[in-house]
């Protein structure tokens, strides 16, 4: 890391008890305390079997591939909502989990279904809780925040992973053809493409950073026509993209996206 950049988490710190954060603060919290009531019923309706075990399907085909091979690993994940992820790492056979969110109403959703769950902020939490994780994943979060508190946040999850351990992150796409999941939601802060998400994590040290599309998959017939046409759509959307901009390199096209990445083994 950078001389500035560590110059720039010192002054952080000391920005958390600025007069404009406690304000930020207050803000937040009147929005979150019914962000479930207010908002989540409406726009993802209310919580059901149904839509968890739709869910877990999800979750299998977009996260499997990135989660320790060892059960026993210690499982974060910052800002879990209604605790269907932390649902979804039960069933896989991960018990060392736990997951934390500012959302009270969420959290007794969660605890509903016998979930480990603390309703505290994030950054409080990573920057007093001296535990050590292998995986922390921080789904639909990072977007709350400012340009710079989305740094310290990356960077407090660094500090609190064991050496080789994993950051997973989904965020909405902005830069896709209906940026829908960006500007749905009063309360983000921050937008991001797969470039600016993969430099945010590489600003603080992390490494083997990679970002992955979040597209249809087949789980059905109605799935198997959307994932054919979104295929159709997307080289159609390339072929644009190389006509207008001359690059061939690769492009997120979804409306979410997931990069992770990795703090470097200790020598």
Not at 183 to 195: G, P, R, S
Not at 212 to 230: A, C, D, N, Q
Request: glycine share 6%; hydrophobic share 40%.
């Amino acid at each position: 890391m950078v001389q500035e950049v560590k110059d720039l988490i010192k002054e952080l710190k000391h920005f958390r008890n600025t007069e404009y954060y406690k304000f930020l603060s207050l803000f937040r919290n009147a929005l979150y305390q019914n962000y479930f009531s207010k908002h989540v019923v409406y726009h993802c309706g209310p919580p059901s079997h149904k839509s968890l075990i739709k869910c877990i399907g999800q979750f299998r085909h977009y996260y499997r591939r990135f989660l320790p091979s060892n059960k026993d690993a210690a499982i974060l994940e910052i800002g879990c909502g209604k605790g269907e992820f932390l649902y979804y790492l039960r069933q896989e056979g991960y018990q060392n989990i736990l997951g934390i969110d500012l959302s009270s109403e969420q959290i007794a959703v969660a605890e509903n279904l016998t979930l480990p769950v603390q309703n505290i902020d994030c950054v409080h939490f990573l920057e007093n809780d001296q535990r050590q994780w292998d995986l922390i994943v921080a789904r639909h979060l990072v977007e709350h925040f400012s340009k710079i508190e989305a740094l310290y946040l990356t960077y407090l999850i660094y500090e609190r992973l064991n050496s080789g351990g994993r950051i997973i992150i989904e965020v909405p796409n902005c830069t896709t053809l209906l940026p829908s999941g960006s500007y749905t939601d009063l309360t983000h802060d921050t937008y991001f493409n797969e470039i600016s998400v993969a430099q945010l994590l590489r600003i603080v040290d992390f490494a083997n950073v990679e970002v992955f599309e979040m597209g249809p998959y087949i789980h059905g017939l109605k799935s198997l026509v959307r994932t054919v046409l979104w295929k159709v759509i997307k080289a159609f959307l390339r072929g644009y993209l190389i006509i207008y901009t001359a690059k061939t390199g690769r492009v997120v096209l979804t409306d979410g996206m997931i990069v992770t990445g990795r703090k470097a083994e200790r020598s």
